[in-house]
């Protein structure tokens, strides 16, 4: 299977901020504000790809599609959610040849905070990119605190 993963929003603010960067820096002056600032939003992103959690509060659509004959079992495929920890899980979609998406209600999550949607094989979808499943997600490590 092939899944491409996107942002759809995010929210919060950066886990540590620039007066607490500045203080362990040693900078008592404002003129590198927005460097500092653009630096630790860059830090977070490089961070949050490396161990595949969101750091701040995002929302994410994720696409499935092109799945092959060992990505079934029993009759279902096992959808992994990229983005860790998984807060809520707010559609499930088919996706049709023609691009139309159906709401699925019938699906199951497994994990804690690194979920799997378990959904019913509805038809074939080896070959063709405009078939497959959505899902939307929340995902926010709630464990880090802000210093």
Same mark, same amino acid.
């Given at each position: 299977?092939?899944?491409?993963?996107? !942002?759809?929003?995010?929210?919060?603010?950066?886990? +540590?901020?620039?007066?607490?960067?500045?203080?362990?820096? &040693?900078?008592?002056?404002?003129?590198?504000?927005?460097v +500092?600032?653009? !630096?630790?939003?860059?830090? &977070?992103?490089?961070?949050?790809?490396? +161990?595949?959690?969101?750091?701040?509060?995002?929302?994410?659509?994720?696409?499935?599609?092109?799945? =092959?004959?060992?990505?079934?079992?029993?009759?279902y495929?096992? !959808?992994?959610?990229?983005?860790?920890?998984?807060t809520?899980?707010?559609?499930?979609?088919?996706?049709?040849?023609?691009?139309? =998406?159906?709401?699925?209600t019938?699906?199951?999550t497994?994990? !804690?905070?690194?979920?799997?949607v &378990?959904? #019913?094989?509805?038809y074939?979808?080896?070959?063709?990119? &405009?078939?497959?499943?959505?899902? #939307?997600?929340?995902?926010?490590?709630?464990?880090?605190?802000?210093?």
């Open positions: 299977m092939i899944y491409e993963n996107k !942002l759809v929003s995010s929210s919060g603010s950066e886990p +540590i901020d620039s007066t607490y960067l500045k203080n362990y820096l &040693r900078v008592d002056f404002s003129t590198d504000d927005t +500092i600032s653009n !630096l630790i939003t860059a830090a &977070r992103q490089v961070v949050e790809k490396w +161990i595949e959690q969101a750091l701040i509060s995002k929302s994410f659509k994720c696409y499935y599609s092109e799945f =092959e004959a060992w990505d079934e079992d029993q009759g495929y096992f !959808l992994p959610v990229p983005i860790s920890p998984v809520s899980i707010t559609a499930v979609k088919s996706v049709a040849e023609d691009g139309t =998406e159906t709401a699925i019938d699906y199951k497994t994990g !804690l905070d690194e979920k799997t &378990r959904v #019913e094989k509805i074939s979808l080896t070959g063709s990119s &405009r078939t497959g499943y959505v899902i #939307e997600y929340d995902a926010e490590n709630t464990s880090i605190d802000e210093v």
